[in-house]
């Protein structure tokens, strides 16, 4: 049987036993006890954060070209949960390290340097992944 807008199943175990009680869960966050967001952007973001300190000894291999296409992968993916979250500041940062570690357009930066930007990226991407919430929506989708 489907439940009602905003309303668990009849027989659910989210279903209270005494009518207009709460369960325990729901009284302290959110309804059904989930909370209003998510963190999509943390698992992709400690992903890239093991990628970058992982791959700082491969700078001047020529192996490096596939960590730069997993770093600009990872952070697009990061970006769009940044822009679905309104995590602005976010979006821009994670587009910034996107441009940087383009595999084909390649901006000469310096080996030491490069090693500091991997460090930097590294923290930047575990930070926007704890920061960035992306509400949850309580709307089913549409039925295709």
Do not use: Y
């Not at 979006?91 to 570690?101: D, H, Q």
């Amino acid at each position: 049987m489907a439940a009602r807008k905003g309303r668990p199943a009849v027989g659910s175990s989210l279903h209270s036993a005494a009518p207009g009680a709460r369960p325990a869960a729901a009284a302290s966050s959110g309804t059904a006890g989930t909370p209003a967001f998510t963190r999509p952007a943390l698992a992709p973001g400690l992903v890239a954060a093991i990628v970058l300190l992982a791959c700082i000894a491969f700078l001047d291999a020529p192996a490096f070209v596939f960590v730069r296409w997993g770093v600009t992968v990872l952070a697009l993916i990061v970006l769009v949960f940044a822009t679905r979250g309104r995590a602005w500041w976010a979006a821009v940062l994670m587009a910034a390290v996107a441009v940087c570690w383009n595999p084909l357009v390649t901006i000469p930066i310096p080996g030491q340097v490069w090693a500091a930007l991997q460090i930097v990226a590294a923290a930047l991407f575990i930070v926007v992944g704890i920061l960035v919430k992306v509400p949850r929506t309580t709307e089913e989708p549409p039925a295709r």
